[in-house]
């Protein structure tokens, strides 16, 4: 689930931390910069875990800050395919289930990874597994908050690194009393999550089945 990364990066240090001590100032600018962060094709970011080596320290003209090579081994979140990890409903959408770790939110499990047959209501806007027994068919609802089991099968990286300057819109005058067009902000449009995971329920998946039995 976690890994750790080598990694390379020049770090500035602003003049008003030359008190500190260099690798504590060093610990505390690639943390800033780093943690709680999605790199692209590595993972989620968790914490610095050693420097391995330093170069030389340069103050460059016009800037009165430090600058140093670096090179370091980061923490990451970044299970490997058909690992098994523990999380919680977070909700339910007909694109299937959303699961929480508590640090991560963007784990899916699509409507054909969950356990079958399975169907979606509407009106309570949750999954339900219809689970046979000898008596008949029972709806088991995946309800938020009820712990999962679930197993990697995929993982899709998103690139959201500046991609230039927009085009550039003529903007349409409006007539008074009329209302601006919406921002894609404003207009509610869904923010892509830059690292999001694929999972399939483990059997016997949900903790549904036991808590029937008991």
């Not at 943390?31 to 989620?44: D, E, R, T």
Request: glycine content about 8%; hydrophobic content about 35%.
């Amino acid at each position: 689930m976690f890994v750790l990364v080598e990694m390379v990066d020049t770090v500035r240090i602003p003049p008003w931390n030359f008190q500190k001590k260099l690798n504590d100032a060093i610990t505390e600018e690639l943390n800033k910069k780093l943690a709680n962060k999605v790199v692209y094709k590595v993972g989620l970011c968790v914490c610095l875990y050693d420097i391995t080596k330093l170069d030389d320290s340069y103050i460059f003209p016009g800037d009165g800050a430090s600058h140093t090579k670096v090179d370091f081994r980061y923490v990451v979140f970044h299970p490997f395919l058909d690992e098994i990890l523990v999380g919680k409903i977070k909700y339910c959408s007909q694109e299937g289930v959303y699961v929480t770790m508590g640090f991560f939110d963007d784990v899916l499990i699509p409507p054909e990874s969950l356990q079958q047959p399975a169907k979606f209501d509407e009106t309570e806007q949750v999954w339900l597994w219809e689970y046979e027994t000898d008596e008949g068919a029972h709806d088991l609802y995946m309800d938020q908050g009820e712990e999962i089991r679930f197993r990697v099968t995929d993982e899709v990286f998103l690139d959201t690194s500046p991609s230039g300057p927009a085009p550039a819109t003529v903007d349409t005058p409006t007539g008074p009393g009329q209302p601006k067009p919406p921002t894609p902000e404003e207009s509610g449009q869904k923010k892509e999550a830059p690292y999001t995971l694929i999972g399939t329920i483990c059997e016997p998946g949900l903790g549904l089945l036991s808590w029937w039995n008991n």
